[in-house]
Structures are given as structure tokens and as C-alpha cells.
């Protein structure tokens, strides 16, 4: 049997999280263990159900999605993939 990886969502966008929760359900591989629409709960979510995959965009209302990279970095095992839409350059080198 295959590993099953737990994914999370962080995108402000509910299209696209519903979008890619159906993508990823119909592969036997990821379950998606939960959804955030905002920074702060993003970095909440990330220590509650510890996922090991993290999908973050970067521009999250109230804490942008760094905040959450952060917090994602300072896991035991940090899970990370991250996106935008944002073409700032300067963020993503930061990211």
C-alpha cells in the first residue's frame, strides 16, 4: 500500500481550495487534512493537524503566507509547497 499524505490548504480563495481538494481526492495518495482562508488560521490549523504537505499562498489575509512558512519551518517536520499569484519578486526570494 502507498503512502497516504496529508495535505493542507491555506488560500483565500475557496474556488480554488475546493478545486484542488477534488483534484487531489481523486488520487488514492492525499487526503486533505484541513482548509484555511486566512494567515492566522493557516498557522493555527498547521500545528493542530501537522500535515505533510503544506499548500500556502502567499498573499493570506490578516498574516501573509511567510508568517505561515515560518511557522511551518519551526515543526519538527516541516512540511512545505508553497504558491502564488503575486509577482513580487522580493516576497518569493524572501519565501
Given amino acids: 500500500m502507498e503512502k497516504l499524505y496529508r495535505v493542507m490548504l491555506a ?14 481526492k481523486q488520487s488514492d495518495r492525499y ?3 484541513g482548509y484555511a482562508n486566512d494567515g492566522v488560521r493557516a498557522a493555527d490549523l498547521l500545528r493542530e ?4 504537505i503544506l499548500v500556502v499562498d502567499m498573499m493570506l489575509p490578516q498574516a501573509d503566507g511567510i508568517s505561515v512558512i515560518k511557522t ?8 512545505m509547497l508553497q504558491i ?11 519565501a
Fill in 11 to 24: 488560500n483565500n480563495s475557496e474556488d480554488f481550495s475546493v478545486t484542488l481538494a477534488a483534484t487531489l
Fill in 31 to 33: 487526503a486533505v487534512v
Fill in 49 to 52: 493537524v501537522k500535515p505533510e
Fill in 72 to 79: 511551518a519551518n519551526a515543526m519538527e517536520n516541516p512540511p
Fill in 84 to 94: 502564488t499569484q503575486y509577482p513580487h519578486q522580493k516576497m518569493l526570494e524572501i
